[in-house]
């Protein structure tokens, strides 16, 4: 199965701030017949279900707010919220969804705080 | 709009069974694949497993960690999504979420509010 691994666990940012987390795939999830990363991100507020904020590993929800964006390709990939709001504290999860290899899987999550 | 309700989560001793539910409505249920994922308390998320449309023979997926011990089914005329769990352990105490399949790649774009299962002696 594919393992999916965020960095950092935890991260304080101030107001305004570029917050930068990571999630690294132990295989690509890259589709060559495609070339889309099977790749999404999910916000999760204490108390409330996982919100879907990024797919395609870069295309954003209809309604996420555009200080959210994510690259990268293969194995490694990057969620930036680039002038953190106070609205965004939440734990963050990267998921892949290559299910021709392997079941679905969740990053551990990364916790997003106000410094 | 889209909602997914989730119900039929409780207390449950180890060894024994539960039944939960997962109400749909806002979107034509019968077309989508439908998930349930789990989190345990103050944990990350886990996926549990998938059951795919009538197009695709219902087909069932499964987490190793649940495969034997849990089956999803569906009623596409009620909307309803089920995840019929026996043999519980005390690990598999979480909030269980049903989570609606986008339809164009396997990520969710609409979760219920979840139930919680807590199975303990």
């Known amino acids: 199965d594919i393992v999916m691994t965020q960095s950092p666990d935890s991260l304080a940012v101030s107001l305004g701030e570029r917050a930068t987390i990571n999630c690294k795939s132990s295989?690509?999830?890259?589709?060559?017949?495609?070339?889309?990363?099977?790749l999404a991100w999910y916000q999760q507020k204490p108390g409330q279900p996982p919100k879907l904020i990024i797919y395609?590993?870069?295309t954003r929800e209809s309604g996420v707010p555009d200080r959210f964006s994510g690259s990268g390709s293969g194995t490694d990939f990057t969620l930036t919220i680039s002038s953190l709001q106070a609205e965004d504290v939440a734990v963050y999860y990267c998921?892949?969804?290559?299910?021709?290899?392997?079941?679905?899987?969740f990053g551990g999550g990364t916790k997003v705080e106000i410094k | 709009e889209v909602q997914l309700v989730e119900s039929g989560g409780g207390l449950v001793q180890p060894g024994g069974s539960l039944r939960l539910s997962c109400a749909a409505s806002?979107?034509?249920?019968?077309?989508?694949?439908m998930d349930w994922v789990r989190q345990a308390p103050g944990k990350g998320l886990e996926w549990v497993g998938r059951?795919?449309?009538?197009?695709?023979?219902?087909?069932?997926e499964y987490a190793a960690s649940v495969k034997g011990r849990f089956t999803i089914s569906r009623d596409d005329s009620k909307s309803s999504l089920y995840l019929q769990m026996n043999s519980l352990k005390t690990e598999d105490t979480a909030v269980y979420y049903c989570?609606?399949?986008?339809?164009?790649?396997?990520?969710?774009?609409?979760w219920g509010q979840g139930t919680l299962v807590t199975v303990s002696s």
């Open positions: 989570a609606k399949d986008s339809g164009f790649g396997h990520f969710f774009d609409y």
């Open positions: 295989q690509s999830v890259l589709y060559s017949s495609n070339n889309k990363n099977y």
């Open positions: 998921q892949q969804y290559c299910t021709s290899l392997s079941s679905l899987s």
């Open positions: 059951i795919k449309n009538k197009g695709n023979s219902y087909t069932t």
């Open positions: 806002g979107f034509t249920f019968s077309d989508r694949y």
């Open positions: 395609w590993a870069s």
